[in-house]
């Protein structure tokens, strides 16, 4: 029985290393094949702040609603977000249109802020070892017709990575290699 035992001990610490929902209050780390990182991180209610940094060595500020929908980007340069360059993406009217992401459905937010979003079925996305249910999202926004993102949602963490970003001229993809709680 005690040898039994060790190994479900292992399992369970490794399994319990995974970030869930209740992690989203310290925040959510997942990194980006080419060294980018995202830090996830809930700001209240349905709205999560996402901050991002690139290679390049620039970063920004991102507001998503459900997880999945941006209101609001804004760089940050030297560790200081610029106010001055917050660009907002409809009213919190026309934001809160929008619904909560479910598999094998498309749905609609007629705003002029608004667009269209399709949704695949769920399968498993695993990053770093780390199993989730998950679905692709296509959006289309309703200003930018020629504009594709697609994601995956992860309706666990509510919250979703994007995983395509496309438009007629170029396509750039992004693959999650590792995530991780934060521990502050």
Same mark, same amino acid.
């Given at each position: 029985?005690?040898? !039994?035992?060790?190994? !479900?001990?292992?399992?369970?610490?490794?399994?319990?290393?995974?970030?869930t929902?209740? %992690?989203?209050? &310290?925040?959510?780390?997942?990194?980006?094949?080419?060294?980018?990182?995202?830090?996830? +991180? #809930?700001?209240?209610?349905?709205?999560?702040?996402?901050?991002?940094? @690139?290679p %390049?060595? $620039?970063?920004?500020?991102?507001?998503?609603?459900?997880? !999945?929908?941006?209101v609001?980007?804004?760089?940050? &340069?030297?560790?200081?977000?610029?106010?001055?360059?917050?660009? #907002? @993406?409809?009213?919190?009217?026309?934001?809160?249109?929008?619904? +909560?992401? #479910?598999? *094998?459905?498309?749905?609609? *937010?007629?705003?002029?802020?608004?667009?269209?979003?399709?949704?695949?079925?769920?399968?498993?996305?695993?990053?770093?070892?780390? $199993?989730?249910?998950? @679905?692709?999202?296509?959006? /289309?926004?309703?200003?930018?017709p020629?504009?594709?993102?697609?994601? /995956?949602?992860?309706?666990?963490?509510? /919250?979703? !990575?994007?995983?395509?970003?496309? $438009?007629?001229? =170029? /396509? $750039?993809?992004?693959?999650?290699?590792?995530? +991780?709680?934060? =521990? +502050?």
């Open positions: 029985m005690l040898r !039994l035992a060790l190994p !479900l001990c292992l399992i369970a610490s490794f399994a319990s290393a995974c970030p929902a209740s %992690d989203l209050t &310290k925040g959510i780390m997942v990194t980006l094949s080419d060294g980018g990182t995202e830090l996830h +991180k #809930r700001a209240g209610g349905d709205r999560i702040t996402v901050f991002a940094t @690139f %390049d060595g $620039d970063a920004s500020m991102l507001e998503i609603y459900r997880g !999945l929908y941006l609001a980007s804004m760089p940050v &340069k030297n560790g200081l977000p610029v106010v001055s360059e917050l660009e #907002r @993406f409809g009213s919190e009217a026309e934001i809160v249109q929008w619904p +909560k992401p #479910r598999p *094998n459905a498309a749905w609609e *937010n007629a705003t002029s802020s608004g667009g269209v979003a399709s949704a695949g079925a769920s399968t498993t996305t695993t990053i770093s070892g780390c $199993d989730y249910v998950s @679905f692709p999202v296509q959006l /289309t926004y309703a200003d930018d020629d504009y594709t993102e697609t994601y /995956t949602y992860l309706p666990d963490l509510g /919250t979703s !990575l994007l995983i395509e970003a496309r $438009d007629p001229q =170029r /396509t $750039d993809r992004y693959e999650y290699v590792s995530i +991780k709680a934060a =521990r +502050k």
